[in-house]
């Protein structure tokens, strides 16, 4: 065991010393069975290049078999020797690739020519080699970084393509394949649908305080009983006689034109208990007494899109729209009580229906193109006009209950999406 020992660590510090290092790294395709160039601006290349190839195999059984020889066409152009030769001055840990790139137009378009073909640079430093790898792509450089030299040539070249080459391979294009592959949309900036459609189903939470506003603002709202089925301090919000929060639920369908302006149809509901005041003895025929609320309405979208991932779309979103409230009572009584009491008969009614505004915003994420969750939140109101052109013959009117009903809401979604 004491002789392995020093054999093992001689080996690991040998990995080490020989381990190359990256400074950048894109996600550059490697073809099976590549054509390999070999650029250098130094009178030899540093590597064998047929031992080189062997190397590749060695490293990556996936590769096939590849094709390495020296890039003589660049070798003998002025502008790619001039270009090596910068290349070779300037490449450095921590550079991006863009400060690399070839910005004279001949030499950027003898780059795109290379069809499929994988150019790698080789630059002799003294102690160490500077590579770089180049395809049709783009002007800049697709990986770059550096090994330690080595006068072991077999060594060098299976330190090369351990550092660069040991990743999965593609199967190689035809001329066609990459023509339509040129023609092809950039993922991250594909083409915006002319209609985006959604429908969804939602559950979330309402109440009547909006965030980060002081409690004694809603303190009437919060705090209020009904006495005597009908008696309250005030009576302008409906909070004052429902329960002011608890959970919501919407049906809801969409679409947005050209990404960004659009319309979405919803029906909201919720169920709220009364207020009642326990201390009142009127109740004790009380079995129950609660509203569930109704809403239907439409909102005006304004959305922005994103693309971070192929698989992923963000759709963020303003709203703005209107909505009716209708209120549906559900009350009973005991069942030993047979009679109710007077006030019971004579208990709040509420209007027939209430209008009111939606302001918002939220979020789609959509997987897949079709799949999606969504998050919103935004304020809600509820009225009716209290006020008329006051006349003459004019009686006194009862008391107009929820005038003016605002709440908080904040919902999550599942949705399906699909475009034309």
Request: some cysteine; overall charge negative.
């Amino acid at each position: 065991m004491r002789k392995i020992f020093p054999v093992l660590l001689i080996a690991i510090l040998a990995t080490f010393a020989y381990a190359g290092e990256i400074y950048f790294n894109s996600n550059w395709t490697l073809w099976s069975d590549p054509d390999i160039l070999i650029w250098t601006p130094d009178k030899e290349p540093a590597i064998d290049v047929k031992e080189f190839c062997l190397s590749l195999r060695r490293a990556n059984s996936g590769i096939g078999n590849p094709k390495c020889r020296t890039f003589g066409e660049w070798e003998r152009d002025s502008l790619a020797v001039r270009y090596a030769g910068w290349l070779s001055a300037n490449m450095e840990p921590n550079l991006e690739a863009g400060y690399l790139k070839a910005r004279h137009p001949a030499m950027s378009a003898k780059i795109q020519t290379l069809e499929d073909k994988i150019v790698l640079f080789i630059a002799d430093k003294g102690t160490f080699l500077q590579i770089a790898i180049f395809d049709e792509t783009a002007a800049t450089p697709r990986a770059a970084g550096s090994v330690r030299k080595n006068p072991d040539k077999v060594a060098l070249g299976d330190d090369i393509a351990d550092t660069f080459f040991d990743r999965q391979t593609k199967r190689r294009l035809s001329r066609e394949e990459r023509l339509k592959k040129q023609a092809e949309p950039d993922d991250f900036y594909k083409e915006v649908p002319n209609f985006r459609a959604w429908a969804g189903v939602s559950a979330g939470y309402a109440q009547a305080q909006l965030p980060l506003t002081p409690d004694d603002w809603y303190s009437s709202h919060t705090g209020s009983k009904v006495r005597n089925y009908r008696i309250t301090k005030d009576s302008v919000s409906l909070w004052n006689f429902l329960d002011d929060s608890g959970p919501l639920f919407t049906l809801y369908a969409g679409g947005v034109w050209y990404g960004f302006i659009g319309g979405e149809v919803f029906y909201r509901y919720a169920n709220h208990d009364m207020k009642t005041d326990s201390k009142d003895s009127i109740y004790n025929e009380l079995d129950h007494w609660n509203f569930s609320q109704h809403e239907i309405g439409l909102n005006v979208i304004f959305s922005k899109d994103f693309d971070p991932a192929k698989w992923l779309d963000i759709h963020l979103f303003g709203f703005l729209g209107f909505q009716y409230s209708f209120y549906v009572e559900d009350i009973g009584l005991k069942d030993d009580k047979v009679k109710p009491s007077k006030a019971y008969q004579s208990r709040i009614k509420f209007e027939d229906v209430y209008k009111g505004a939606l302001l918002g915003g939220g979020s789609q994420f959509v997987f897949a193109e079709h799949y999606g969750i969504s998050i919103r939140t935004g304020i809600s109101s509820r009225g009716k006009n209290v006020y008329s052109d006051p006349t003459p013959d004019a009686a006194a009117e009862p008391t107009t209950i929820g005038a003016s009903t605002i709440d908080w809401f904040i919902s999550f979604g599942l949705e399906y999406h699909w475009s034309l």
